[in-house]
């Protein structure tokens, strides 16, 4: 298991940036899949950035997203990091953390609101 922790959402205005964080309560080069993924109320939820494999520095990314976000990680500190530019207001939504160790184990943070406004 693990726990996922989030922090980092807010308002901000269209143009902005935000950088969203998760802390992981294992180390995160054990984690298969770790990144962010969003829902806004009656959507379907929105993979937006992942890391495939516990070492893994290249992240795949949302098509809606690419050239805005980037996604990061520090394995000392069990930490990934959204950093989030050019924020629009369709990236309004809850942010969820997801952690997937293998099977059907998949984990999700308590989520964490940013908003864009116009």
């Known amino acids: 298991q693990v726990q996922l922790v989030e922090s980092g959402g807010g308002l901000v205005q269209a143009g902005g940036s935000l950088r969203l964080s998760c802390v992981a309560s294992?180390?995160?080069?054990?984690?298969?899949?770790l990144g962010w993924t969003r829902q806004v109320p009656g959507k379907q939820r929105e993979l937006v950035a992942t890391?495939?494999?516990?070492?893994?520095?290249?992240?795949n990314y949302a098509d809606s997203v690419k050239g805005r976000f980037t996604l990061s990680r520090d394995n000392a500190k069990n930490a990934i990091y959204l950093q989030m530019n050019n924020l629009k207001p369709e990236d309004t939504a809850v942010y969820f953390c997801?952690?997937?160790?293998?099977?059907?184990?998949?984990?999700w943070g308590q989520g964490t609101q940013v908003t864009v406004s116009s």
């Open positions: 890391f495939n494999g516990g070492s893994s520095t290249t992240a």
């Open positions: 294992r180390s995160i080069s054990s984690i298969a899949a």
């Open positions: 997801r952690a997937y160790l293998g099977s059907t184990a998949v984990f």
